[in-house]
């Protein structure tokens, strides 16, 4: 069977991504991919990680505990925008757009703020590295979100990046899709 | 890099075709996917591949008596709606959308007839088999095809099958795009 979006993201970092290299999780979230990252680049590696919620923090340093990785993920309480501030090349970043699962669903990325974030990423991300943007469009914002970060997508150079929008149209409405920005270069 | 969007479609269907097995070739064209499929099913399968066009089905025999696979094609000059008459459960279906490669542009795939032959496929295509539609939608007609094809996919029943939809966005206009429609079941 095809895989799920998810695996799809993941599979296209996994190829991308070597052990020791620093990414970036720029919505932890439940710390779903934080975990991945972590296992990915492992301890000489370094995953950066962000979220506003202390509710997603808390889950995800439990969880990065719990599984023994926590000494190499830097948390850090911020909007994704701050990752303007990062200041080394990294192999990859995940975003998760729209609300923390089980958390407060008024609290939802907003299109403006994603949008600088997805640029800040770009700039750090080092050729050959791969941006992943998982596109949660149910609610509201979500739908004014989805449209603002596609628009923003399809312009990107061809020259430097390749963005891969990868959906199954056949789903129920607002299925999530996977936007994947590649940059060009060895 | 990210694989071209043909590399996708073939890869999808390498995945999933086994030597031995019946394969269809929609739209023969130059013959490039009709001798892709030969080689991936081998002699003990069988390739039926359809055009409506002559100079397609001479270059494809041409190129197939090259590569010494054309014992085992079936070449059909005819419209891909005579899929209806296969009777046999195939692995995989290929179409390319548009107009032959060096010949003449004004004969086109149109759809209308695309559709029904998608749905006389989608009838052969055995449980876990696999139809790709490479997109061009760069001249007038293909733009309506594009349209057409696309809705009708939308409303193929997720129950029975998955619908992807595997498209760089960042390209110049009308880059070539895939639907790749994988049948549920074993």
Redesign the interface.
Known sequence: ??PNVLEVARKLIKERVQVGETVIDATMGNGNDTLFLAQLVQERGKVIAYDIQKLAMEKTRERLEREGVAGWVDMRLASHEEIEAVDEPVGAIMFNLGYLPGGDKAITTQAASTIRAIESGLRVLRPGGIMTVMIYWGHEAGRVEKDAV?SY??????MD????????????NHAPFL??I?R?GI
């Open positions: 069977m095809f596609e997508c399809q312009t990107l150079s061809q990046y390749l963005v891969l929008k990868y959906q199954y149209i056949n789903q129920q936007l994947a590649e060009r």
